[in-house]
């Protein structure tokens, strides 16, 4: 349980406590309420296909602690055939507004704007590929495998993940699912949920940004050594314009933030594009110094991939065409801002079969049913600790991933992509495991991901 409470302060999951913030006016805060509101009911409606009242029993319980008590109050609109969700908060400006678009999910416009800039929203129409009936892992056929293992053991541990006496204190477990040699052999999941009902990733996110760099490096389309390509950091003097890439992927870019850790409101709930939130913060430290964990520094990677893909079209399918859809991840949603910038610190909706797909690519070191989809090396890549390290907790940092190489009782090489409220991929490759825990923790309760992935590899042979 202390490193899940350590893991938590050093990836900023731990708001900070209201008394040691500026505090913010009522009205904004109502305005952020409503936005959090708006795209997280159009996000559980049109992407997971679960209810309204659904929503408001779990994934809009325990929430960050400015917002948890106005959210109930505020009343939503849901306009099921243009699937937009309006939200009410001032008389005297619009109701903040979620749409959905397919494949790119849910986008708020900012405060104060109305229909206008819903119509507005970029638009990917193309349909994805129907893989279900391909076997596994492209596919959904033959996904079930034997296991080779102690079945007993591991059913105690799948078990206690889901009753919440083992690994923390009020978690709400929504999916365990374990691949063992390629081949699901455990999968569980809370009622309402299953293995295509989508969830947000929050920062696991972080690493599927990581990743479509990695194939954009492989590409050519990016070098992660180079300066990050942003528009707006390249005047004349302006010193951000040294940050690499790769300090962005490494939490070391050595920019200013209001908070660190996944507190990023006006970006996340507010509206705000991130192509004028994430660029204005000033340098406070020289680029690979200094780690400070912050959304800004992935979105801002992704940022500068969208400039470097040049083409605005080919920007905005370059998801789906060169990563999502050749892995089988059909039922995955990066979501975009309003002007077409993609969320990927946090805003991506995906179901636990569609993590495993990922943590096998990571796996088997870039290959896919034996096609290179990452160039070789990357994932040596992303679990080197090159850059500077957290300063607490019990993990350390690659390029968009955790380090899990000093926790007892798991092999060195175990690294894993882990986001709030509970979301984990871990992946073994010295074992061929691949474990995925999805959850709705709320508040401050902790899911120890370093206890239950020892068990889980205790029970595996």
Known sequence: MKQAIGLAL???????PLAAQQKAPEGYER??????????????????????????????????????????????????????????????????MAAWRPNLGCAQIPVGAGHPALAALPRLDAPA???????????????????KGDRKQLRRGIDAAFAGTSFGEGIATTAVLVVQNGRIVAEQYRDGFGPHVSQRTWSVAKSLAGTLIGVAAGEGRI??????????????????????????????????????????DALYFGGAAVSEETVAWPLLAPPGTRYRYANNDTVLAMLGLRTASGDEAKALAFPFTALLWKIGMTRTV????????????????????????????????GLFLGQRVLPQGWRDYVTQASGPQPAQGPFGYGATFWLMSKSPGIPADTFAAIGNRGQFLVIVPSRKVVIVRRGEDPGAARFDIAAFTAQVLAALH
Not at 75 to 89: G, Y
């Open 223 to 264: 070098d992660p050594a180079r300066p990050a390509p942003i528009a707006q950091w390249m005047s004349p003097g302006d010193p951000r314009a040294a940050i690499t890439t790769d300090n962005l992927l490494r939490m070391a870019s050595g920019l200013h933030s209001s908070t660190a850790g996944n507190r990023t």
């Open 31 to 96: 305005a952020i309420a409503a936005g959090y509101k708006a795209l997280t009911l159009c996000s559980v409606l049109f992407n997971a296909g679960r209810s309204e009242a659904q929503a408001a029993t779990l994934e809009l319980k325990g929430i960050y602690a400015e917002y948890d008590a106005i959210v109930p109050t505020l009343a939503a609109s849901v306009d099921s055939e243009a699937r937009v969700v309006s939200v009410a908060f001032d008389d005297r400006l619009p109701p903040r």
């Open 334 to 365: 990066p979501e975009t801002d309003w002007k077409g910038n993609f969320m990927m610190s946090s805003q991506v909706w995906t179901t636990a079969r569609d993590l495993a797909r990922l943590g096998l690519l990571y796996q088997d070191d």
């Open 10 to 16: 050093c990836m900023g999951f731990v708001a900070t």
């Open 129 to 147: 590929p129907a893989l279900d009936s391909k076997p596994w892992p492209l596919g959904e056929r033959a996904a079930t495998g034997r296991l």
